[in-house]
């Protein structure tokens, strides 16, 4: 769903709200929402269902992140089973790792994001969940250094370029194997893959080295960044034995 638009009336601009969380809490929660549209402050946002209250950016991409988290339930995702170790790659500012969270709190979740605003947001969001651990941290095919492509663009929309080491503003990133090695886990039951066109390195090269440790995948394609990338994923995935279908804009690959 995209964001309401400003001039609505309220009552009609409210009726997503009321009708994903009741009259009361969806009113609170549109009221709350309208704020985030104008620049200026940060909007506290409390949502049934959800432990703790998170924030978001007004006049920035956070009130549609929102909107497609939590009012188009993307973040209830399916999952199979009690998953125990989950990665986050592209959290942007947490809304999907605070709803696994939610959903499972006995689940480690490793939350990566690589831009500094973002990240900041992340560790926000995220601070009451012991079990959310956030990483400004890239996810590549290897280990590198990884620079923002388009770094004046909304923030849930940055693209990332292989970057030399030392270059400003770079950041580090790591392959999954490298991860799952950095936080001591034989295996991860979900990991979570939304890095605007990225996933095509992913799962270009070094797929052998960890797809057997791996239970179930949520990926955002990004085919109009990097064309070809959803016939690239599901015939590697489809080859390693995983089923595919979707959820929203999400692909859920699981064995």
Not at 45 to 51: E, L
Not at 112 to 117: K, N, P, T, V
């Amino acid at each position: 769903m995209l964001f309401p638009p400003r001039l609505a009336s309220f009552h009609g601009w409210s009726r997503p709200f009321r009708e994903r969380f009741g009259m009361v809490a969806g009113t609170r929660i549109s009221l709350a929402a309208r704020q985030a549209i104008w620049p200026g402050k940060l909007v506290r946002i409390a949502v049934p269902g959800s432990k703790y209250p998170f924030y978001l950016r007004s006049g920035s991409s956070d009130a549609a992140v929102f909107c497609q988290v939590f009012l188009d339930r993307q973040g209830d995702f399916p999952v199979e089973g009690t998953p125990a170790f989950a990665i986050d790659a592209g959290a942007n500012i947490g809304l999907v790792s605070v709803c696994l969270a939610n959903r499972f709190p006995r689940c480690k979740i490793v939350a990566l994001e690589i831009d500094a605003a973002n990240y900041e947001m992340l560790v926000r969001n995220t601070r009451p969940y012991p079990n959310i651990v956030p990483l400004r941290l890239g996810l590549w095919s290897h280990s590198t250094t990884l620079a923002i492509d388009n770094p004046t663009a909304e923030s849930w929309s940055f693209r990332t370029r292989e970057a030399p080491v030392g270059l400003p503003g770079s950041i580090p990133a790591v392959g999954v194997a490298e991860l799952l090695r950095q936080q001591g886990a034989e295996c991860v039951d979900l990991l979570k893959i939304d890095i605007e066109g990225g996933e095509y390195e992913i799962f270009s090269t070094g797929l052998k080295e960890w797809i057997a440790r791996v239970g179930t995948l949520v990926i955002e394609m990004h085919e109009q960044f990097r064309p070809g990338v959803t016939d690239l994923v599901t015939s590697a995935l489809g080859q390693e034995g995983f089923e595919t279908r979707r959820c929203g804009e999400y692909w859920i690959f699981s064995r």
